[in-house]
């Protein structure tokens, strides 16, 4: 009798408990379903012919499938040089990045000298500040110095390292014991080969962790590149691409397909450094 | 330019090195280490600080030397720009929502991702993605899925029997679809929340257990507190994100309809790069740093209340 009531207790608490798994796996399921939807009906768009975007209800599955439309568009937008501009200033701004960063919080992070817990409250409250109180000052004085229509205000700064980054290395730094250094100090090391032979070897994970998110500032970046680029040969893939849709701002199928190229580098770049954001998210709880 | 410095400054005579041994020296390298950060400091941050804020006081259209008018242009702002108060509704209307909401969905998502079932890794790389491909391609797709006839939205509300509204074309609705498209941006909080779950020491789940505590007073008695801090940090980063909304609303909407979207800095944008009204421009950026402080100071005025950090005694 007891054995019985104790045995229905305990395949009760069983079946709750799968029941809650497998209602956890429904709703995730579910609520992963209608994340991945907008990505879904974009690329289901942007294979469709003229016809099938203005159907309804819409069909998923386009018919037929028109792969043309990513030459098309790709054409249309001027696609290899937006790339190429692209490219040239994320990379530039990424070198920038990770050489003044990692030589910043070398400072930072290995040396005692007086005011840098203060300046290093400066820097973390530098993250707070609306970037629009700086922005126009800033506009003001590379125009002043003739680099309006140039890449060097959207590379430039990054030689000077940036807070979000700084904060970012100092963290892991925290976690590096000092040892490695102190014996090339001993070696008679200088403190520039010493950040050269070993601040920047040992931060490689998190250095890996600035360039995934340089990389992926720098290409969505769309403010910058519209106050300080004006000629269409300059453009970069996000500038181009608000620009042809004020050309096309109908024609789905080609805006969808040229959506997909510019979104893909960013999707192929997060699958396989997934483990690096959120490094960067979880050191720092800044989420880009 | 610091590789070259560098690669200069490794091969550097011995006898150099050697005079810089000791306190001062470390002094001297420590700043030599910080100076791109500091130089940059004082050239792309504070001075323009301290320049917007003289700026503000003059009439500087680029073309003519900028002209001191006193406060002329906060009493424009204040007192006869009605879209200066219409941007900074829109804005707070944005925030007002956006920010909560959002934080509740990332909560929600978090304590799901946090059951530690197989496979679950997939959902969070699910849920992240919008973050990483955030900008101009998917404000465009945005623009379709809002569609009043053919979008996806709209036909999802459809088929579960409710009207679709006209979203970005329908001056009521055209700010509710901001909210929702920062719904689906919730994934870098998400982030955020599970490395604090993660961070909650079974041990208290476990004694709360056994003192008989059932899930829902686990939530509110554990999880919540436990997770104030990170609560509070979302909660301050999400209010000073918001208030700068800008890319979606320039390429979606352009500020309209009838300047329904015509969010703060997209106000900001058009009377500074639009208009090149720099002394203006600057005014309403003086303004809107002055709101994201003073709603800073009131959350950490607030926080006092229910904010729990680890270790404090609270009586």
């Given amino acids: 009798m007891l054995d019985s009531i104790g045995g229905r207790a305990l395949s009760g608490v069983r079946i709750k408990r799968s029941a809650g798994v497998l209602g956890a796996y429904l709703l995730l399921g579910g609520l992963g379903f209608l994340f991945s939807l907008p990505f879904l009906w974009m690329v289901s768009s942007s294979l469709k012919v003229e016809a099938d975007i203005w159907l309804y209800p819409p069909k998923w599955i386009p018919d037929p499938i028109l792969w043309s439309n990513y030459p098309r568009a790709l054409e249309l937008m001027k696609f290899p040089l937006l790339l190429s501009n692209t490219l040239f200033i994320t990379a530039t701004s990424t070198v920038g990045f990770l050489l003044s960063c990692s030589w910043v919080v070398y400072g930072f992070a290995r040396f005692r000298f007086p005011g840098r817990d203060f300046l290093f409250v400066v820097l973390l409250s530098t993250m707070m500040l609306p970037a629009q109180v700086t922005m126009i000052p800033v506009f003001i004085m590379f125009r002043e110095f003739g680099w309006l229509n140039t890449f060097k205000p959207l590379i430039v700064p990054s030689f000077f390292g940036n807070p979000f980054f700084i904060f970012l290395l100092r963290q892991f730094f925290m976690t590096i014991p000092t040892e490695l250094d102190d014996a090339a100090k001993i070696d008679g090391c200088s403190y520039v080969g010493i950040w050269w032979r070993i601040i920047l070897p040992l931060s490689k994970p998190a250095l890996a962790t600035v360039t995934v998110f340089s990389f992926i500032w720098n290409w969505n970046d769309f403010l910058g590149p519209l106050i300080y680029l004006n000629d269409e040969r300059k453009f970069t893939l996000a500038l181009g691409l608000a620009t042809f849709r004020g050309l096309y701002s109908t024609q789905w199928g080609y805006l969808m397909a040229a959506s997909v190229v510019v979104l893909l580098p960013c999707v192929v770049i997060y699958f396989f450094t997934q483990r690096y954001f959120i490094e960067g998210i979880t050191l720092t709880g800044i989420h880009g | ?315």
């Fill in chain 2, 1 to 315: 330019m610091e590789g070259a410095l560098g690669s200069n400054l490794i091969s550097a005579p011995k006898g150099f090195m050697k005079r810089w041994t000791g306190i001062h020296a470390e002094i001297v390298w420590g700043y030599i280490f910080i100076s791109p950060w500091l130089i940059g400091f004082l050239i792309f941050t504070l001075g323009p600080v301290i320049a917007s804020f003289l700026l503000s006081f003059t009439d500087y259209e680029l073309v003519t030397p900028p002209r001191w008018i006193g406060l002329k242009n906060y009493i424009t702002l204040l007192k006869d720009d009605r879209l200066f108060w219409v941007s900074l509704y829109n804005s707070a209307y944005y925030t007002f929502f956006s920010v909560p909401l959002g934080i509740i969905v990332a909560f929600a998502l978090a304590m799901l991702l946090n059951l530690k079932l197989p496979g679950i890794t997939i959902y969070r790389t699910i849920f992240y993605l919008p973050v990483v491909t955030s900008g101009v391609a998917v404000a465009l797709l945005w623009i379709w899925l809002f569609n009043p006839q053919f979008g996806l939205i709209n036909f999802l509300l459809r088929s579960i029997g409710l009207p679709g509204p006209g979203w970005l074309v329908d001056p009521a609705w055209a700010k509710p679809a901001f909210v929702l498209m920062s719904l689906w941006g919730v994934g870098g909080t998400v982030v955020i929340f599970l490395a604090g779950l993660q961070g909650v020491p079974r041990s208290l789940y476990e004694a709360a257990a056994v003192d008989g505590a059932n899930a829902w007073h686990r939530f509110w008695n554990i999880t919540v507190p436990m997770m104030s801090p990170v609560i509070f940090f979302n909660l301050i980063m999400g209010i000073i994100g918001s208030f700068q909304v800008f890319t979606q609303a320039y390429v979606m909407t352009g500020g309209g309809p009838q300047d329904a979207t015509l969010f703060y800095v997209l106000y900001l944008f058009k009377q500074g790069f639009g208009m090149f009204r720099m002394g203006y421009a600057a005014a309403m950026a003086w303004i809107l740093f002055v709101i994201i402080l003073v709603l800073t100071l009131i959350q950490l005025k607030l926080a006092q209340r229910w904010v729990y950090y680890e270790g404090e005694i609270k009586g």
